[in-house]
């Protein structure tokens, strides 16, 4: 079956970076739009950024604008999140998902997404 398993996240000083990785293993292919999305304590899950099967389109939640860059590499069936200037409020276990009704498009709802990771801790420490 579809895997899709999520590292790199731990513990890291405000201002601080981290890249979360997800791979994808199982009948999957490549034409599928991925993204990562958080769950903070308190708060429901929230779409952080999301890319289409080429990289052609991205769409990022505002809190991550500026800071955050998603990006892929097919051949690996991997999408990745590169956190910088990184806050208290990023704080959260981030997922990341995929979408195979959707290739081109950058879908936020969650409904949108059949296959999710376990999820990654990232905390951010003041």
């Known amino acids: 079956q579809v895997q899709l398993v999520e590292s790199g996240g731990g513990l890291v000083q405000a201002g601080g970076s981290l890249r979360l990785s997800c791979a994808a293993s199982?009948?999957?292919?490549?034409?599928?739009?991925m993204g990562w999305f958080r769950h903070a304590p308190g708060k429901e899950r929230e779409f952080v950024a999301i890319i289409n099967w080429n990289g052609g389109r991205t769409l990022y939640a505002d809190s991550a604008k500026g800071r955050f860059t998603i990006s892929r590499d097919n051949a690996k069936i991997t999408v990745y999140l590169k956190m910088n200037s990184l806050k208290p409020e990023d704080t959260a276990v981030y997922y990341c998902?995929?979408?195979?009704?959707?290739?081109?498009?950058?879908?936020?709802?969650?409904?949108?997404?059949?296959?999710w990771g376990q999820g990654t801790q990232v905390t951010v420490s003041s």
């Open positions: 998902a995929i979408s195979r009704l959707h290739s081109v498009g950058v879908p936020t709802a969650l409904s949108a997404y059949e296959y």
């Open positions: 199982g009948p999957i292919g490549s034409t599928h739009t």
